[in-house]
């Protein structure tokens, strides 16, 4: 395996996954400066988001049409232009306009580099491969709260969005020459339909759970827009399975590998996208943080998930896909629910220990279902389980943000008490509950499922196996 190629990777995906969130704690600041309220600019927020649903869904037809490589540079590029726009946004409806923008290249730059890592790596390293791009996952949402917030305090709000135009810049020139050459051409048709009740289901979910999370907007909105995606949800999945060659296919799904690896990945990461909504609230509104410390705080857990990339393949070559899941989903869960019990006298070093460890089995968790995702199916199959996986992982983060939100909003609501410590214990406890469920799926999952991938069994059976007769 050529190590060049998962770190290109790695470095674009980062300030992508680090973009999505490194406005948060810049809000007041930029909305001070374009004339609106940072409860109004949220929508910024979400506009990010909602072009992320909208294209992931066709990222994979583009790759297979015009050529992998050729689509992640120019992802690259237009992640560019929106962060151009953004910094030179004057009023509301630019700056969303510009996030936007920036989302449509995101959507493209993730699933379309997984796409590439998968395609040239060989199976039997492709976990190693993946850790790469596990953890810019994982580690730019903490990231970059604090990171916003330093540039903010210290330069201004513009370069947060200027910043990834030398490192865009150094990744399209770097990822001409390194990542492999995957010419395009074998597309089917577009599936034209498909795509337009794809992109309405999924922004529609996406944008009503933002909009119940983060109320920019009536909560009336958010209702209405998640009524409208699941219709077109249930729409889509009839219209899937009387369609050649639908824009996903879901017959991916049929192959119970895939099946469980989602299914399993998303329940998971609905707890996963409540922890950086969760935490640095907690840490500022509970502990009176400030958001710098709490930041470095949180930034803890970062250390684990980079530790990991160390050990993925050590653990998964020892006791497979399954059982590293089980250890990873209920121990994970379990240091969610350690999150609970923290209060303001709990020694920092405690929480720090706690997070790292946290951290670790989360990486631990992603760099197997990804990997186990790709595990039992062949290339031509890669582009959709690439587009299925980044849809079905933008809709449990928003859930899991929705989630955390109405779990706060549900104490206040039954306690009448203000949003206090009490709230967050409670709303900890649940989403570690949620994310412990994730186990469920992953027990219907055979032993020796991905074993080209994790070389689990693989010697057992060899030796097994009788000697031929000559």
Not at 58 to 86: E, T
Request: charged share 10%; net charge positive.
């Amino acid at each position: 395996m050529n190590r060049a190629v998962p770190l290109v990777l790695a470095v674009a995906l980062f300030m992508e996954q680090m973009d999505s969130t490194v406005i948060a704690t810049s809000l007041p600041a930029i909305a001070a400066d374009i004339g609106t309220s940072p409860i109004t600019l949220k929508l910024a927020l979400t506009a990010y988001l909602v072009a992320l649903a909208i294209f992931i869904p066709v990222s994979g037809w583009m790759a297979d049409r015009f050529g992998a490589k050729r689509v992640f540079r120019i992802a690259i590029a237009i992640f560019m232009l929106g962060s151009i726009a953004s910094a030179a946004s004057g009023s509301l409806g630019e700056f969303v306009m510009a996030r936007f923008l920036q989302g449509m290249g995101g959507a493209m730059m993730t699933p379309v580099g997984r796409l590439v890592l998968v395609r040239s790596t060989p199976r039997n390293q492709l976990v190693a491969a993946m850790a790469w791009l596990t953890v810019p996952a994982l580690v730019g949402p903490l990231v970059g709260p604090p990171v916003g917030g330093f540039i903010t305090t210290f330069f201004t709000w513009h370069w947060i969005f200027l910043i990834n135009i030398p490192i865009g810049l150094i990744g399209i020139v770097v990822a001409g020459r390194i990542l492999p050459d995957m010419p395009g051409g074998g597309a089917a048709p577009l599936d034209a339909r498909g795509l337009a009740l794809a992109a309405i289901a999924a922004a529609g979910i996406v944008f009503g759970l933002s909009v119940v999370s983060l109320p920019a907007l009536p909560p009336a909105v958010g209702i209405a827009t998640l009524a409208l995606g699941a219709v077109a949800a249930v729409a889509y999945v009839r219209h899937a399975h009387r369609t050649a060659n639908p824009i996903l296919d879901l017959r991916l799904l049929d192959n119970p590998v895939p099946r469980i690896a989602i299914l399993s990945g998303s329940i998971f990461r609905i707890g996963i996208g409540a922890i950086p909504f969760l935490l640095p609230l907690m840490f500022q509104l509970a502990f009176g943080l400030t958001p710098f410390e709490s930041g470095m705080l949180t930034f803890a857990s970062a250390m684990g998930a980079i530790s990991l990339k160390f050990f993925a393949t050590t653990f998964l070559k020892a006791i497979g896909f399954r059982n590293v899941l089980l250890f990873a989903s209920l121990a994970g869960a379990l240091l969610m629910a350690a999150n609970a019990f923290f209060n303001p006298q709990t020694p920092h070093w405690t929480i720090i220990v706690i997070l790292v460890a946290a951290g670790f089995l989360r990486s631990l968790f992603f760099t197997s279902n990804n990997a186990l995702v790709f595990a039992e199916i062949d290339d031509r199959q890669a582009s959709q389980a690439t587009a299925i996986a980044a849809v079905s992982q933008q809709i449990s983060i928003a859930l899991g943000v929705a989630v955390a939100g109405m779990l706060l909003e549900g104490h206040h609501f039954v306690t009448g008490e203000p949003i206090g410590l009490a709230a967050f214990s409670f709303a900890f406890l649940v989403i570690a509950l949620i994310a412990a469920m994730s186990a469920l799926p992953i027990l219907r999952l055979a032993p020796d499922a991905g074993m080209s991938v994790s070389g689990h069994l693989r010697k057992k059976a060899s030796e097994e196996e009788p000697p031929s007769v000559m």
